[in-house]
């Protein structure tokens, strides 16, 4: 391990900061962000079997 953090790790944790930032100012369109979220991730976790 170099030790050093790679572009997509840190682009990553940017586009994670920013999505609790927008989740905690505006509730209700953070909640839709989260189900939409959930659902790709369950989109790709069964289609990445095939």
């Given at each position: 391990?170099?030790?050093q953090?790679?572009?997509w790790t840190v682009l990553l944790?940017?586009?994670g900061?920013?999505?609790v930032y927008v989740a905690f100012e505006?509730?209700?369109f953070g909640t839709a962000l989260?189900?939409?979220v959930g659902v790709?991730?369950?989109m790709h976790?069964?289609?990445k079997e095939r």
């Open positions: 391990m170099s030790g953090i790679d572009q944790m940017l586009i900061c920013g999505t505006h509730p209700s989260m189900v939409g790709v991730t369950l976790l069964l289609m």
